[in-house]
């Protein structure tokens, strides 16, 4: 196995055929990034910390969650990550949502190569949330993407069909969860970040809009 994939399959329990899977990933990503910024140049070489152990978090939340709703999905973290790891639960689906044209050719690439079955969405988050016609959804993920207070707002669709919310935070990450709370009520828990020492998983229920 490449340098990461060893420690990463011990941690996460992954078997062989999925590591072969991320190092497929990687090996994609490493080439589309070569003409396409899909990711921070400077995270490329920790793909495996960074990017792949991240996005792996959020597994430890899936329970039995069968419609999951990842936003703003970029290269696909942690969504497409979620897809490959849990590829042969056959009632799972993931739906990553994602404006930016370039970055969803790359995810339909790393869909097909991999052969996990997600449903991408080649638009903006509101334009999804308005015209999306899932009638349940389990949970919303989304990564390096929008403050929360910005977050719950447009995840608002997804806590209506009581979604719960699993949102991947820096440092911030209490500061916007008091900020949030002005203006929506809702139950929380922060669980540390194994990749990262002063970032946070925040997970939330039971959103509703103050006033």
Known sequence: ??????????K????????ELLQLYQERLTEWQRVKNLVAPGTLSEIWHRHFADSAQVM?????SRIIVDLGSGAGFPGMVIAILMRNS???????VEANARKCAFLKDIARQAGVGVEIHNCRIEVFAVESTIPIIDLVTARALKPLSELLRLSQFAFE???RGVFL???TADAEIKAAQKLFDFEFN????ETDLDAKIVEIKLVKPRG
Request: proline content about 2%; hydrophobic content about 40%; cysteine-free.
């Open 1 to 10: 196995m490449i340098e990461g994939a060893k420690e990463f399959a011990a």
């Open 12 to 19: 996460f329990n992954v078997s062989r055929e999925t590591t």
């Open 60 to 64: 430890e939340f899936v329970g039995d």
């Open 90 to 96: 056959p009632d799972l689906t993931v739906h990553l």
């Open 161 to 163: 069909k009581e979604a």
């Open 169 to 171: 935070k820096g440092k």
């Open 190 to 193: 922060t669980t540390a970040s």
